[in-house]
């Protein structure tokens, strides 16, 4: 399998609580954390990038194709596979769009040791399921048959794949869940 094409998913539809307000459109300095994703992406030399969730009104903002999540409201799986099923490489990565560290090299990472596994995810002190690239024809079938089982949780789906973890600086997975962890001092315990 080439890595020379990818596509990267930006999960922007979730609901924020935490946030007070949009996570995928909140700047920091003066940039939505969705967009720093896609410039990320883009960066990594994706050549397609989607944005999975929300309202396309919310999406005319920021940079990518809109895909309405054909699960809203089921969790982060659900936008793993509408992802999947929307994008037209078989090497797709699937990043939260609260990650606004997030670095090129770190996409260009998944991608690269993608060959070797059905999926790689992104590995700090844990592993980080919103950071992660699939294989879509070796992976979409199985996330869909443990959906269909009324599996939402993204990590005990991939229990049946081979999965590569690829080590990551935590910064670049560091989740803004509210406006308070922009001041934190880098700790990521309570995410």
């Not at 924020?16 to 954390?33: H, L, N, P, Q, V």
Request: glycine share 8%; aromatic share 4%; proline share 4%.
């Amino acid at each position: 399998m080439s890595s020379a094409n990818f596509t990267v998913a930006v999960l922007i539809g979730g609901d924020s609580s935490r946030m007070g307000s949009d996570k995928a459109t909140f700047e920091i300095e003066g940039i939505a954390m969705a967009q720093r994703v896609s410039e990320a992406a883009a960066k990594a030399g994706a050549n397609e990038i989607l944005l999975i969730g929300g309202t396309q009104a919310k999406a005319k903002k920021l940079s990518g194709t809109w895909k309405k999540d054909l699960y809203p409201g089921e969790g982060p799986l659900g936008g793993v596979i509408t992802a999947l099923k929307a994008a037209s490489n078989d090497s797709v990565v699937v990043l939260s769009c609260d990650m606004p560290f997030i670095t090129d090299s770190v996409i260009s990472s998944l991608v690269k040791a993608l060959p070797e596994a059905q999926a790689t995810v992104g590995r700090t002190d844990r592993l980080n399921w919103l950071c992660a690239a699939w294989s879509k024809e070796e992976c979409l079938r199985s996330l869909e048959s443990v959906w269909k089982r009324n599996e939402r949780a993204v990590h005990r789906a991939a229990v049946l794949l081979d999965v590569a973890e690829v080590p990551v600086p935590a910064v670049a997975v560091r989740n803004i869940n509210s406006p308070a962890d922009l001041s934190a001092d880098g700790d990521t315990s309570n995410i």
